[in-house]
């Protein structure tokens, strides 16, 4: 009976420094690239930098992802000069799926393209800068001058950048789980 009550003493003081010092879930963003018009050939050769000033209104960190839809086209991950000529022939990820996942596996800059032929050179490419480590420096939610509406929405909102991007959680196992499961373990074990 002692050793049992030892055993259980340590595993609530282990499984308390647990609970106190780790997170109980991880959070990424995943981005919708063109809000609800989808990753589509702008209309107009005005808005061929649609995607690029999307992606810099925006912060990417390693594990977040972006979701491009689409219909009859492709999204490739390419090298700088395959982004500049708006040509690939062996990128890095291809996908056509119509319902793209792609998730940031490292911090560094990424380049997209359409896989579709005359699509990039209309301005279906976008460049993301994902960074190495999440800013402690909380940015403010308005800037003191306004930020241009994003090309890809229908009519300005105030609201664009919760449909941009949404939190999602990662791992959902909460540190009470964990505890739960050491404590079975230990008493019936």
Same mark, same amino acid.
């Given at each position: 009976?002692?050793?049992?009550?030892?055993?259980?003493? $340590? =595993?609530?003081? /282990? @499984?308390?420094?647990?609970? $106190?010092?780790? !997170?109980?879930? /991880?959070?990424?963003?995943?981005? &919708?690239?063109?809000?609800?018009?989808?990753? /589509?050939?702008?209309?107009?050769?005005?808005?061929?930098?649609?995607?690029?000033?999307?992606?810099?209104?925006?912060?990417?960190?390693? *594990? *977040?992802?972006?979701?491009?839809?689409?219909?009859? *086209? @492709?999204?490739?991950?390419?090298?700088?000069?395959?982004?500049? @000529?708006?040509?690939?022939?062996?990128?890095?990820?291809?996908?056509?799926?119509?319902?793209? /996942?792609?998730?940031?596996?490292?911090?560094?800059?990424?380049?997209?393209?359409?896989?579709?032929?005359?699509?990039?050179?209309?301005?279906?490419?976008?460049?993301?800068?994902?960074?190495?480590?999440?800013?402690?420096?909380? &940015?403010?939610?308005?800037?003191?001058? !306004?930020?241009?509406?994003?090309?890809?929405?229908?009519? !300005? @909102?105030?609201?664009?950048?919760?449909?941009?991007?949404?939190?999602?959680? =990662?791992?959902?196992?909460?540190?009470?789980?964990?505890?739960?499961?050491?404590?079975? =373990?230990?008493?019936?074990?």
């Amino acid at each position: 009976m002692d050793n049992r009550f030892r055993s259980c003493s $340590l =595993l609530f003081s /282990v @499984s308390l420094i647990i609970i $106190l010092c780790v !997170p109980s879930r /991880v959070n990424c963003t995943e981005f &919708e690239v063109g809000g609800h018009n989808g990753w /589509v050939v702008p209309k107009s050769r005005n808005n061929d930098q649609m995607y690029n000033q999307w992606a810099s209104q925006n912060r990417f960190k390693v *594990d *977040d992802t972006l979701r491009f839809k689409y219909s009859k *086209d @492709s999204v490739l991950v390419v090298s700088e000069e395959e982004y500049e @000529s708006c040509r690939s022939t062996k990128p890095m990820f291809f996908s056509n799926n119509g319902d793209t /996942v792609f998730k940031f596996e490292h911090p560094g800059v990424y380049y997209f393209i359409s896989g579709v032929s005359g699509h990039c050179v209309r301005g279906q490419k976008m460049i993301v800068k994902v960074l190495a480590e999440h800013n402690p420096k909380p &940015e403010p939610l308005y800037s003191h001058s !306004p930020a241009p509406a994003p090309a890809f929405t229908s009519a !300005p @909102s105030p609201s664009h950048h919760s449909r941009a991007g949404r939190s999602i959680p =990662l791992l959902s196992i909460t540190n009470l789980s964990l505890f739960l499961i050491l404590l079975v =373990l230990v008493l019936f074990v």
